[in-house]
């Protein structure tokens, strides 16, 4: 009888590692160069600031018309859940690409 409870316990004990490191390789967050590059796809030349905020990589920063663009990604998927681009030319991006 110890046997069987013994060998139970090792296998409930072992039984719930896959799972965990299965669900935690999809879900591993990118990183601030991966979300960067992400932006820079979107037209992104120049960043300003970026920060993770809430499961979100926000990243600011211009154009190369000179423009602000201010892009979120999300820290799991790389999916952009935000992108608004200034009608105007931005002081800030006016400085940095002179």
């Known amino acids: 009888m110890k046997r069987i409870s013994a060998a139970l316990i090792a296998i409930a004990l072992m039984a719930p590692a896959p799972c965990v490191l299965a669900q935690g390789a999809g879900n591993a967050p990118i990183s601030r160069e991966q979300a960067i590059e992400i932006a820079q796809k979107e037209g992104m030349v120049h960043v300003l600031e970026i920060e993770l905020d809430d499961g979100e990589w926000e990243i600011e920063g211009c154009n190369a ?21 200034d009608r105007d030319m931005d002081d800030d991006c006016a400085i940095v690409l002179r």
Do not use: C, P, Q
């Not at 018309?65 to 681009?85: C, M, N, P």
């Open 65 to 85: 018309e000179g423009r602000e663009l201010e892009i979120d990604v999300h820290s799991h998927t790389g999916e952009i859940l935000k992108y608004d681009l």
